[in-house]
């Protein structure tokens, strides 16, 4: 019996690349993985209100620990490990920093949010190695980029509308957001399509299957995906429209090459290891340059702009109100990967707008020429720049790095991220301090 239109429509793979199993998973993991980040900067005038780049830093050194040292030793840890880990974190991270918050044990707090910082950075270096596997790496990458945009508002709206609108403690704050490695374990056991990864067969029991020697298209237990089937993958309907992919030929080739790409990682010798991270400088240079010029911004000036300054309440409110715009247009950004592909001499131009932007604020905090909530608006720009930033980088170490060096390149890529942060957070404990100063501000 011939089926019907409406059964046709059923079996039809999605014609929109936002409304696939990859997109929907790897941006549901960027939410969750950076919320808790996010969580903890958000509340950091409540963990130490007159050194809130502390907080910043502490939110960022063992992220920058972690991914400086990982390539050397991410390949040890599977896929699948490394998720249960994030999770684990995420649960200990927010009962170690509400615990201090109740016995206001400063130690214990930045205990918690050292882990925040290793579980935030261990997290998204894993999935952006993770997306090499997939055939089409854009989608994925936007997914997961999308994702940590939103995550911004989420983790920022969380700590608000639950301190100002149903005043709440902050400990109760971080107490509910337990639900987040909940979703987040969910997300990767239920929804997740994973690809195959040689190295990690025997560890998962993934592979042949024993009976007929056919390879599993979904093994429930481990939650690996032989992707290729429906709607699992890119459907050539979207994968050739203009602004979301131009690689086909490339994307099909590279299914191919799994095996030849998950060992690469393992098998590269000290030497080479180096070789190759130095070779990324073009990408990593405007990471590092634009992620350092808006987190100085945001620790070192919005923390000390208020209408007027002198009011420590008006000031938290300035501080709450400019990281929520800025999430917004972080959030905007990065969820660009599959509208627009910008060349590396874009990639270059941007940070040094960004600059721009640092020094305005700086200026604008200690003369207070442009006062008013209108400023709002270059905070949105700031997180504009940033966002566009971090997706466009990516993206083009994905389409231009040799796919047997997309694993490796993703994890060593961040660092520049990172490194931007934590420099911009020493320096923000600087401005900050001095703007206090210079305002004659004591809390």
């Known amino acids: 019996m011939p089926a019907s239109s409406s059964d ?254 998950s060992n690469a990682a393992a098998s590269m010798s000290g030497t080479k290891r180096l070789k190759v991270a130095l070779s990324l400088w073009k990408y990593m240079f405007p990471l590092f340059l634009v992620y350092f010029a808006e987190y100085v911004t945001q620790s070192g000036t919005w923390a000390a702009i208020g209408f007027p300054i002198t009011d420590k309440t008006a000031r938290n409110k300035f501080y709450e109100y400019a990281n929520f715009t800025y999430q917004i247009g972080v959030f905007f950004s990065r969820s660009s990967g599959l509208l627009c592909k910008a060349s590396i001499k874009v990639m270059w131009l941007m940070p040094f707008i960004q600059v721009g932007l640092m020094l305005f604020f700086v200026s604008d905090a200690y003369s207070q020429y442009w006062y008013n909530w209108t400023l709002l608006i270059p905070a949105f720009c700031v997180g504009l720049i940033g966002g566009a930033v971090y997706i466009g980088v990516f993206a083009l170490i994905a389409e231009e790095v040799k796919p047997e060096l997309k694993e490796y390149s993703m994890g060593v890529a961040i660092i520049a991220n990172t490194i931007g942060i934590l420099a911009s957070n020493v320096c923000g404990v600087y401005v900050q301090k001095g703007l206090y100063s210079y305002h004659n501000i004591h809390d």
Not at 110 to 139: D, M, V, W
Not at 178 to 200: D, H, K, M, Q, T
Not at 242 to 258: A, F, H, Y
């Open 8 to 261: 046709n429509n059923l079996n039809k793979p999605s014609s929109s690349p936002y409304l696939t199993k990859q997109f929907i998973s790897f941006w549901l993991a960027g939410v969750l993985n950076n919320c808790t980040y996010v969580v903890m900067n958000a509340g950091a005038k409540q963990i130490a209100p007159g050194a809130v780049g502390y907080v910043y830093v502490c939110n960022v050194l063992p992220s920058f620990l972690t991914q400086i040292s990982g390539p050397y030793w991410y390949h040890y840890i599977s896929y699948a490990n490394r998720m249960k880990i994030v999770a684990s974190c995420m649960v200990v991270s927010f009962v170690a920093v509400a615990i201090g918050q109740i016995y206001s044990n400063l130690y214990l707090q930045f205990l918690g949010i050292a882990i925040t910082s290793f579980q935030s950075g261990f997290g998204e270096a894993s999935f952006l190695s993770f997306s090499a596997f997939y055939p089409n790496s854009r989608l994925v990458l936007t997914g997961w980029s999308s994702g940590t945009g939103m995550a911004g508002i989420v983790g920022y709206a969380w700590v608000s509308i639950l301190m100002y609108q149903f005043q709440l403690k902050f400990y109760w704050v971080l107490l509910l957001g337990i639900i987040f490695p909940f979703l987040y374990a969910l997300n990767v056991l239920c929804i997740l399509p994973w690809p195959e990864i040689s190295r990690e067969k025997k560890q998962m029991n993934v592979g042949v299957s024993s009976s007929n020697g056919s390879h599993n298209s979904h093994n429930v237990g481990n939650n690996y995906t032989m992707l290729g089937n429906d709607d699992d993958i890119v459907s050539n309907e979207y994968e050739t429209s203009p602004g979301v992919i131009e690689q086909q030929q490339s994307d099909e080739i590279q299914i191919n090459q799994n095996v030849d790409k």
